[in-house]
């Protein structure tokens, strides 16, 4: 069983579209990370999130916590967008430890 | 960019040769972690530590071992490397279990 489902498992946009990846998960957390990976590349960190809504430059993170689903907004989308986006949450039990679970990622191409 | 750094970036072993990856971080960071990617899974976790001489087994620790001497160096072994360990390994930190994670750019292992 997946505890971490994202959708949709691939995207293709247009250059300057809005683009939604959903993260579902079936666990209590105390947190929800938003990561970025580029192909053949490092994993890069783009929001924590344990509540609410944040927001860096054309990147918006929302959480619902009741829903156990959080969303990653890209507004006018650009080809240097094209990535895997993966949605990892972190248990909310003593004993994790911090350990994370993770979706099987999103991948986004965006063309020009 | 957080200062981790993963070395080596390849390694093409033979099945039954032990193989040590390291992790160094600049951080001072107490959490380190051991994560292999592999296609069709999510990261998955191997071992972590929560400090000097600290370490835990993560989801997929079997035929894998580590050690932390020092706060700045997390070591992978592979005691006798197997074509099924064949995967790309990631390292992260994070100042505590619940804060913001940060990724190293990943080791790609070859057991042929």
């Known amino acids: 069983k997946n505890e971490v489902e994202q959708s949709p498992q691939n995207l293709t946009a247009q250059e300057g579209e809005f683009i939604t990846i959903n993260c579902s998960y079936s666990?209590?957390?105390?947190?929800l990370h938003w990561l970025q990976q580029h192909p053949g590349g490092g994993i890069v960190s783009l929001f924590m999130?344990?509540?609410g809504k944040k927001k860096h430059g054309r990147l918006i993170a929302t959480i619902n916590i009741q829903e156990k689903h959080s969303s990653l907004h890209i507004t006018a989308s650009h080809p240097r967008d094209s990535a895997v986006y993966i949605c990892?949450?972190?248990?909310?039990?003593?004993?994790?430890?911090?350990?994370?679970?993770f979706g099987k990622g999103t991948k986004l191409s965006v063309k020009p | 960019d957080a200062g981790i750094t993963q070395s080596p970036r390849h390694k093409v072993t033979e099945t039954g040769t032990p193989v040590t990856l390291r992790c160094h971080q600049t951080?001072?960071?107490?959490?380190m972690y051991w994560y292999r990617q592999d296609p069709g899974h999510g990261l998955r976790l191997i071992h972590y530590s929560y400090g000097v001489k600290d370490t835990d087994k993560g989801e997929v620790s079997d035929g894998y071992s580590v050690s932390r001497s020092k706060t700045e160096d997390f070591l992978l072994t592979l005691e006798s490397a197997t074509s099924s360990q064949t995967s790309v390994y990631f390292c992260?930190?994070?100042?505590?279990?619940?804060?913001?994670?940060?990724f190293g750019q990943g080791t790609r292992l070859t057991v042929v």
């Open positions: 990892a949450v972190r248990l909310d039990y003593g004993g994790s430890q911090g350990n994370l679970i």
């Open positions: 951080e001072n960071h107490r959490y």
């Open positions: 992260a930190i994070s100042r505590m279990g619940n804060t913001e994670a940060f």
């Open positions: 666990v209590g957390i105390s947190a």
């Open positions: 999130l344990s509540s």
